[in-house]
Nanobody, 117 residues
Framework: QVQLAESGGGLMQAGGSLRLSCVVS????????MGWYRQAPGKQRELVAT???????NYADSVEGRATISRDNAKIAVYLQLNSLKPEDTAVYYC???????????WGQGTQVTVSS
């Protein structure tokens, strides 16, 4: 069974930075992209950033210029650096692995990030 282990969440101050990590428990051979999504209370889950196997990145407008996503293919890990934190960054952050169909996608259990003003 594949597990995604997320870490790095917690209580942060506005203006600060965070680094989230996600490590996949075993090799997957059909990964298209890895990424981070977030869900704030009362809102739908939304994309934060993704990175493809070739290294192409995509960022939500809300974090563009503040976020950097990176991956370590050898460790099967993905990271999110988010700077200049804002209270509106408060959410549960989920790691995602997107695979080529028909192979399944995987989600982490989520890590809470709370940004205080």
């Amino acid at each position: 069974q594949v597990q995604l282990a997320e870490s790095g969440g917690g209580l942060m101050q506005a203006g600060g930075s965070l680094r989230l990590s996600c490590v996949v428990s075993r090799h997957l051979f059909n990964i298209n992209a890895m990424g981070w999504y977030r869900q704030a209370p009362g809102k739908q889950r939304e994309l934060v950033a993704t990175i493809t196997s070739s290294g192409s990145t995509n960022y939500a407008d809300s974090v563009e210029g503040r976020a950097t996503i990176s991956r370590d293919n050898a460790k099967i890990a993905v990271y999110l650096q988010l700077n200049s934190l804002k209270p509106e960054d408060t959410a549960v952050y989920y790691c995602n692995v997107d695979q080529t169909p028909p192979f399944p996608d995987y989600w982490g259990q989520g890590t809470q990030v709370t940004v205080s003003s």
